[in-house]
């Protein structure tokens, strides 16, 4: 069974080199120190990020990702981290970024949450980006080189 997955709802991400992706996202989780059993990717509209928003976290607003932890703290991770693709070609646009480099940046950002990352406060934020901007220069260096 493979440990990382990804799933469409409605849209498509237009994701390429999958195999090289998942192998790096792992290696995420092997320098943090966390076990992961089955990450799933789910890239979905903004209207259903928002509806699950709603409901799981009571959230009345748009946001490009949601990370849900289904496992027991200690044993391999279980995960369903859901993308807004139409948030992510936004923020990218708005942030003057190439949306593969933002799609990359959002899910990098999930699976560190699922490392115990948070982003509530000025503090947490800082580290939080700190760990982006270093996993996905990493990333980017193994994708340029693969093409």
């Given at each position: 069974?493979?440990?990382?997955?990804?799933?469409?709802?409605?849209?498509?991400?237009?994701?390429?080199?999958?195999?090289?992706l998942k192998a790096l996202l792992l290696s995420i989780f092997?320098?943090?120190?966390?076990?992961?059993?089955?990450?799933?990717?789910?890239?979905?509209?903004?209207?259903?990020?928002?509806?699950?928003?709603?409901?799981?976290?009571?959230?009345?607003?748009?946001?490009?990702?949601?990370?849900?932890?289904?496992?027991?703290?200690?044993?391999?991770?279980?995960?369903?981290?859901?993308?807004?693709?139409?948030?992510?070609?936004?923020?990218?646009?708005?942030?003057?970024?190439?949306?593969?480099?933002?799609?990359?940046?959002?899910?990098?950002?999930?699976?560190?949450?699922?490392?115990?990352?948070?982003?509530?406060?000025?503090?947490?934020?800082?580290?939080?980006?700190?760990?982006?901007?270093?996993?996905?220069?990493?990333?980017?260096?193994?994708?340029?080189?693969?093409?």
């Open positions: 069974m493979e440990t990382i997955l990804f799933h469409n709802h409605g849209i498509d991400p237009g994701l390429r080199n999958k195999k090289l092997r320098k943090e120190h966390l076990r992961p059993e089955r990450i799933s990717y789910i890239f979905c509209k903004d209207d259903y990020l928002l509806a699950l928003n709603k409901k799981y976290l009571r959230h009345d607003f748009l946001t490009d990702v949601l990370t849900f932890t289904l496992s027991d703290p200690g044993v391999p991770v279980v995960s369903e981290i859901y993308i807004s693709v139409e948030r992510v070609k936004e923020n990218a646009l708005f942030f003057k970024t190439i949306y593969t480099q933002e799609l990359l940046r959002v899910m990098i950002h999930g699976l560190l949450h699922l490392c115990g990352y948070e982003d509530n406060t000025v503090k947490q934020l800082d580290l939080i980006r700190k760990k982006e901007d270093y996993y996905l220069s990493r990333l980017l260096f193994h994708v340029k080189r693969s093409t």
